[in-house]
């Protein structure tokens, strides 16, 4: 259980970080949040739980494809902003849209033979 507790206040610790440091700056805040922690964290907490190499290959495969479809949230958000939007409707229809490209995604993946 106390292994448990750990991971969350390291995972949420480095949520608080990016919110905290994106105050000041958002450049640098974006150049934290940009480095794929929560993706490292995931990997090793799943080594520590089980030292199965070929559950970390898979994951580190499945986050590779899934990388791409997320990167419309972050094209989208100030492109709905900018159009107008606030900030909730942005989001909103941002996370569709995402969610959107997710689907296709792994469609098209499963359509070449990659299952993730």
Do not use: C, Q
């Amino acid at each position: 259980m106390k292994y448990i507790f750990l991971k969350i206040i390291i995972s949420s610790g480095i949520i608080t970080i990016v919110s905290e440091v994106s105050k000041k700056s958002s450049f640098i805040g974006g150049l934290v949040a940009s480095i794929p922690l929560i993706s490292v964290l995931s990997m090793v907490w799943l080594y520590i739980d089980s030292r199965d190499i070929e559950k970390i290959k898979n994951l580190s495969i499945s986050i590779f494809w899934m990388v791409i479809p997320s990167l419309v949230l972050f094209l989208s958000m100030p492109i709905l902003i900018n159009i107008g939007f606030n900030f909730w409707y942005s989001l909103i229809i941002a996370i569709i849209l995402t969610i959107a490209f997710y689907l296709l995604t792994i469609f098209i993946l499963s359509h070449y033979g990659i299952e993730l």
